[in-house]
């Protein structure tokens, strides 16, 4: 697996959670991290974070919810630095929960616009430029979540998530920019609750696997973090 030294990154919804936690892991790997958030102060806990990574760092805004937001954050990486080698979609939201019937279509577009639609938008924007370079890593979050119907919103967008990975990897076979998805797992998070099977520290090392492959390498896979935690017969240091 490669090393990402002088790489950067772009990291959404990286303020907290499994976000910050791959903005560390990056780093710790001597990959450049532009770190993500809704408003600029939200990232500072991020930035400080990265301080003893000896990396460089730059913080991006902007609301995913709106495309305008998601402009702004392709804006704020031509204003840093100018282009990303590794992208990680990883913001999302889930709905509040409630029977499948009662979900607006309010709540499915402005879920469907976060989990979706912008990770289009920022791959739209990045990925012919990696292809061109010769060299990009697309990772995009999903989620193993089934059954649960009073989520639907969430659970149809992660599924949609998944579709348009595998066609964007056809896209780009064989330009070594290879596009797959990441399943961190059910982290206890603020999404993800108090009751959930995992750490979010365990999304590590594993959700770095998919931006450390080698030139050429699987494209259109899933790769599911907790089969790579610490002491694991599969996993990684």
């Known amino acids: 697996m490669q090393l990402l030294e002088q790489k950067w990154a772009l990291v959404t919804g ?9 903005a560390v892991g990056l780093a710790r790997q001597k990959c450049n991290v532009v770190v993500h958030g809704r408003e600029i102060h939200h990232v500072q806990e991020t930035l ?15 609301d995913l919810a709106t495309m305008e937001g998601v402009q702004s954050v392709i804006a704020g990486v031509r204003e ?3 282009q990303i080698d590794i992208l990680y979609n990883n913001a999302a ?6 029977p499948i019937w009662e979900i607006t279509m309010d709540e499915w577009l402005h879920t469907f616009q976060i989990n979706l639609f912008s990770m289009i938008a920022l791959c739209t924007a990045f990925a012919p430029e990696m292809k061109a370079r010769g060299y990009g890593r ?24 998944d579709k348009y990975t595998r066609d964007l990897a056809a896209e780009l ?3 070594n920019v290879l596009a797959n998805t990441l399943d961190p797992g059910w982290l206890r998070t603020d999404m993800g609750g108090p009751s959930a099977h995992h750490e979010v520290t365990t999304v590590l090392p594993g959700a770095l696997v998919p931006a450390l492959l080698d030139d050429n390498g699987p494209s ?12 694991s017969r599969d996993g990684v240091e």
């Open 220 to 231: 259109g896979q899933l790769y599911a973090a907790q089969e790579y935690r610490q002491g």
């Open 138 to 161: 697309i990772i995009n979050l999903t989620s193993g979540i089934k059954d649960i119907p009073q989520l639907a919103p969430y659970s149809v967008s992660k599924a949609a998530v």
């Open 93 to 98: 939201i889930q709905n509040k929960w409630k």
């Open 14 to 22: 990286s303020s907290r959670g499994i976000g910050q936690q791959i």
């Open 173 to 175: 076979r064989g330009t």
């Open 48 to 62: 400080a974070l990265l301080k003893s990574a000896d990396v460089q760092a730059h913080a991006v805004a902007g």
């Open 80 to 82: 840093g630095p100018g």
